[in-house]
Each structure stands twice: as C-alpha cells, then as structure tokens.
C-alpha cells in the first residue's frame, strides 16, 4: 500500500490517524510523499539503515511523528538511549515483516520488557503480528500500548467487540501501573 491509496483512504475519512508501517529498503525515499498523502505516524525498519536518526529527523520536519521498528532477529539493545530518545514510537514485531495471519512469537515480548526495564514509559512501544483476544494480556503485561491487530480483528464475527477486548486489556494494565 502507497501514497496513493493512502491519499484515497484520507479523502474518504479525513479524521483518521494513520500509522504507515513502511517495509522498505530505503525509508527516506518516501518520507514526503506520505507526509502529502496524510500520514500521521511513519514507522521505519532500524535494519534498513545505518543511522536512524537523520530518518527521524526527516520525518519531524515534514511534520510527523516517527516510529523505529525492530523485526524478530534484533535485540532491545539495538535500540539506543539516543534512538530512543528521538523516536516517538518503538514496534517491535512478534512476527517476520511482510503479511498478515502469522503466528504470533511470544518471545519478542521479552524485547518490549527489556525496553521498558530500561528506558521507561515516556515512549509508545507497539506490538505486531498475530495478536488477538488470546495473547493480548501478554502483550499488554510485558509494557506495550500500541497493537496492530489485522487477522483477529478482520475474520471476528463482531470486529468491535475484539477491538473492545485488545483495549480493555491494555487499559487495564496501564491503569494498574498507575496505582
Ligand atoms: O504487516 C504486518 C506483518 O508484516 C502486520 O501488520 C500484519 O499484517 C498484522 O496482521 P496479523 O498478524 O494481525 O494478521
């Protein structure tokens, strides 16, 4: 999915929010054109460049927040005090990039664990890949705020109602932490 539809998708609710996880190979390239198509978060792969932060900082001057995303393979440790510090949003994915309907790995949880161990809550820290109603206290437990949920939301028989779920879940977390 490109700037255009992206464009199209704007056009047709011009309210919505829209996080662009790009799976690309060089994240700058196309920083503008998603900024013009609407794009409100823009999240990049920390393995397709060699320094994250000249990316960051041009996707902040073309006026949105950046998201750095680390795939299975790469360790918390990949993500620096200062990647951090200048990202908006970390995603870390529990599972490979590149198409919806995979199995979730619990295993990438310890990642988001060890980033908020670390550097704390001033950051979202969102999770992807093949998370629904079961798995969801997990996700929310281990210190992420921010789900993707493509499969367990579009194949429901009540879409709302599991997005009611993956909420509460997280709310109740975030609620209890605040105590
Ligand atoms: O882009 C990706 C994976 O590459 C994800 O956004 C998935 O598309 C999420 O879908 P489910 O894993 O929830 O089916």
Redesign the pocket.
């Known amino acids: 999915m490109g700037a255009p539809v992206l464009s199209c998708v704007k056009k047709g609710v011009p309210e919505i929010f829209m996080d662009c ?1 790009m ?1 690309v190979e060089d994240p700058i390239k196309w920083v503008p054109a998603v900024a013009e198509a609407g794009g409100k978060l823009y999240t990049f792969h920390l393995e397709a460049v060699s320094d994250p932060l000249p990316v960051i900082k041009h996707i902040h001057a073309h006026g949105m927040r950046a998201g750095l995303a680390i795939s299975p393979q790469t360790p918390s440790s990949a993500i620096t005090q200062t990647a951090w510090d200048a990202a908006d949003m970390i995603l870390v994915m529990t ?1 490979h ?6 199995k979730f790995m619990p295993e990438c949880l310890d990642k988001v664990k060890e980033l908020r161990e670390k550097y704390g809550w001033d950051k979202d820290v969102e999770v ?4 629904g109603p079961g798995n969801i206290c997990q996700c929310a437990k281990a210190g992420s705020n921010v789900i ?5 939301v579009f194949t429901a028989s009540n879409p709302s109602d599991v997005i009611g779920q993956l909420r509460k879940a997280v709310d109740d977390v975030i609620a209890e932490r605040k105590k």
């Open positions: 996880h799976m599972v990039p590149g198409k919806g309907g995979q992807d890949g093949g998370i993707v949920a493509g499969t367990s």
